[in-house]
C-alpha cells in the first residue's frame, strides 16, 4: 500500500504530522505538501511560473517534501513526475477548521485529495470542525480508523475501477475517535460575511475578505447537522457540475 499525503495548511502545520504519525504502519507513506498555507486556493494550479520541490530535515517533518505552489500542484507534480509509483491513496489534512457545505468549492484541502480522485485514485480529505488544533490526537485516531476502514477495499481494487473521493469532518472533541459516523451530504452556507475594509499606512483602501456564513442548509442528513449531533461526517463527493435536472428546461428555453 502506497499513501501519499497533503495538505493545504503547508507541511509545517501540526495537522499533516499528525495525519502521517497516525498513518504509520499503513503504508509506505510519502508526503508532498504546500511550502505555504494554501488555504482558500481551491483547485489552482500554478502556470505561470516554475515549481521548486524541497526535501525537509528534521523532526517531526523528516523526509517531508515540500513545493513551492498550491495543494493541487503538490498532488499533480507528486503523480506526474516526482513519485517513482502511484500511490493506491491519496490522503489530505488534518485541516484547521470545517470544510462542511460551500467550504469545499473552496478549500485546498479538499482540492489535494480532489486531484488524487481526478487521477483515478481514492481520496480522502480530513478536516477538523474548529480552528485551533484541540483534540488532534483524537482526530487523527478517527482519521486511521477511517483509512483502516477502507483499506481491504483500496488494496483490492482491480486497475480502472472508479474512484471515490470522500471528505471527512471531524468535531474538535478529546473522545472523537469514539464518535459514530455519519454519511452525508453537503448542507449550504449564508453568503460570507462582508468584505472589511480598512486603510492602509500609505492612506489606500485595502480589503479583506470576510469569514465564512453559518450554515443555512443544515437539516438531517447534511454535513452541518451530523457534527453539531456529536457525528464524523463524511461525505462522498463528486465533481460533475452539471445541472443535470434542469437540462431538459435549457434544451426548451434555448433550443440546444
Ligand atoms: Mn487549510
Sequence with gaps: MRI???NDDGYLAPGIAALVQACQ?????????????????SNSLTLNRPLSVHEARGEPVNGFRF?????????????????PQRPDLVLS??????????????????????????FGIPAIAFSQTEKGWAHLDAAARTARRVVESVLASVAQRAPGQPAWLLNVNIPNRPDADQLPWAVTR???RHASEPVI????????PVYWIGPAGDAREAGEGTDFHAVAHGQV????????????????????????
Design 186 to 188: 453537503l448542507g449550504r
Design 25 to 41: 504502519g499503513l503504508g509506505e507513506i510519502d508526503v508532498i505538501a504546500p511550502e505555504q498555507n494554501a488555504s482558500g486556493t
Design 93 to 118: 489534512g488534518i485541516n484547521q477548521g470545517a470544510n462542511m457545505g460551500d467550504d469545499t468549492l473552496y478549500s485546498g484541502t479538499v482540492a489535494a485529495a480532489m486531484e488524487g480522485y481526478l
Design 67 to 83: 513545493v513551492t505552489g498550491t495543494p493541487s500542484d503538490s498532488v499533480h507534480i507528486a503523480l506526474t513526475g516526482l513519485l
Design 233 to 256: 461526517s463524511i461525505t462522498p463527493l463528486q465533481v460533475d457540475l452539471t445541472d443535470h435536472a434542469a437540462l431538459p428546461d435549457w434544451r426548451t428555453r434555448l433550443g440546444g
Design 4 to 6: 501519499l499525503i497533503a
Design 197 to 204: 475594509r480598512q486603510i492602509s499606512p500609505r492612506g489606500e
